[in-house]
Every structure is written in structure tokens, then in C-alpha cells.
């Protein structure tokens, strides 16, 4: 595979097994089994020497700035001008950043790092994720939610996962089932059913258990239809 341009010159030779756009003219570029970045000028962004799998998205592998190397051993993170953040650390995963904010994992704990600060501000942390609006923590005391520049905590809940659902409302897992709370961690649905969804009509929520579905009007805090054996 290569890549020509709007003539139809060739700006990247046709010598590789794939070439995947992952953002804006950059691109992932795989030979052998090895893949590396190239820009749709033909130039060489990366070495092209980092183990590829197919199960990973282009977008997953690099945006507008950086660029995830990874091999059997370690992963990196790389800027557009070739600087490398964790060459002295061996994680064994490195995501790409959201909000400046890395995501580095070790010995299966979480550390985060701010591209800003030059410095990890968190670190051996059991879990984190993102869904970049919110930031979720993992302690000892249940799951923390974050604002998305990691300075403010809204609340912490016991839950197995906490995943927001609309800009002020979450939705709380547990063993027992999934719930609803709002921005400040007060419940609103006990943790019990099997699905919460929004609709199309404002504060007005979708709740299914046993495979029986009802709507919950969020205002009201409280169903105006139940089906039958709800």
C-alpha cells in the first residue's frame, strides 16, 4: 500500500502491508508485522519497529499530537516532534492523552501523568478511566468521580462501575443491579435494574428489570408507567 495525492503522484511508495489514516493526515503504517507513523507528506513521524495489532483502532494508536509505541516489552508515548515521555519506565500500557492527562499502567496499578506539570500527580492507583467529560477513580473507599481536569472530586460511591449517562446524571453498577445518581452522588434509583436509558423526551428515563420496562420521569423522581410485573 501507498498513497498518492490529488494528481496522482505518489507521496508515500507503495512498500507497506497497510496503511491506516488515524488522524488528520497522520498515519499508521505497517510492515512485517511492525508498524510506525507517517505524515501525507511522506515523512517518517516514528521508527517503524513497534509490534502491531490489528485489534487496535488507528484512532486508538495516535491524534493530532502524540503517538503510542508499543512492543512486547514496554509502551511509550511520543509527541509530533519526537519527544518520548517514558523511555526510562517500563509500562506495560500507555494511553493516549485526555485533557494533558496520561494514563500509564504497571504491575496493574494506574498512574497518572500531567503533560503540563512534567510530573506524575497520581500514582498506584487499582484503576482509572475516562470518558472525557469525567475522570473515575478507584480507592479504598469505592469509586471517585472527578471533573475532567482531575481537580475536583464530586463524589464517591461504593459501585463496581460508575459511567455517566447524561452531563448530570450517572449510572451506579453494582452486583445487584445498575442505579442513578446525580452530579453530587445522591441516589435517586437504587441500584437494581438492568438497563437505564434516556430518551428522547427531557427527564424522562427508560428503566427495564426482568425484562419488563417502566419510565422514570427525573423531575418528578419517581415512574409514570410501569409495565405489567415491573
Excluded at 490529488?6 to 508515500?12: A, E, L, S, Y
Excluded at 497520581?122 to 468521580?145: N, Q, R
Excluded at 464530586?154 to 459511567?163: P, Q, R, S, Y
Excluded at 435494574?193 to 425484562?211: A, P, W
Aim: net charge neutral; aromatic share 14%; charged share 25%.
Amino acid at each position: 500500500y501507498g498513497l498518492i495525492n490529488k494528481k496522482g503522484d505518489f507521496v508515500i511508495e507503495p512498500s507497506f502491508d497497510l496503511i491506516e489514516e488515524a488522524y488528520k493526515g497522520i498515519y499508521v503504517v505497517v510492515k512485517n508485522n511492525l508498524y510506525g507513523f507517517i505524515d501525507s507528506t511522506g515523512c517518517l513521524l516514528s521508527e517503524i519497529k513497534y509490534n502491531y495489532n490489528p485489534s487496535f483502532k488507528p484512532t486508538e494508536l495516535a491524534n493530532g499530537k502524540f503517538m503510542r509505541l508499543i512492543t512486547t516489552k514496554k509502551q511509550d508515548l511520543q509527541s509530533l516532534n519526537g519527544n518520548k515521555y517514558f523511555s526510562e519506565q517500563n509500562f506495560e500500557e500507555v494511553l493516549l492523552p485526555v485533557n494533558n492527562l496520561v494514563v500509564a499502567k504497571e504491575k496493574n496499578k494506574y498512574s497518572l501523568y500531567s503533560l503540563t506539570k512534567f510530573s506524575f500527580i497520581k500514582k498506584t492507583i487499582p484503576a482509572i478511566y475516562t470518558d472525557a467529560k469525567y475522570w473515575y477513580l478507584e480507592t479504598k473507599k469505592g469509586i471517585s468521580v472527578y471533573d475532567i481536569n482531575l481537580t475536583k472530586a464530586l463524589f464517591t460511591l461504593e459501585a463496581d462501575k460508575i459511567t455517566n449517562l447524561t452531563s448530570i446524571y450517572f449510572i451506579v453498577e453494582t452486583e445487584e443491579g445498575k442505579g442513578l445518581c446525580d452530579i453530587n452522588g445522591v441516589e435517586i434509583l437504587t441500584s437494581l435494574y438492568d438497563e437505564i436509558k434516556i430518551t428522547s423526551l427531557l427527564n424522562l428515563f427508560y428503566v427495564e428489570r426482568n425484562e419488563k420496562g417502566a419510565y422514570f420521569n427525573i423531575s418528578a423522581r419517581s415512574f409514570i408507567w410501569k409495565e405489567d410485573g415491573f
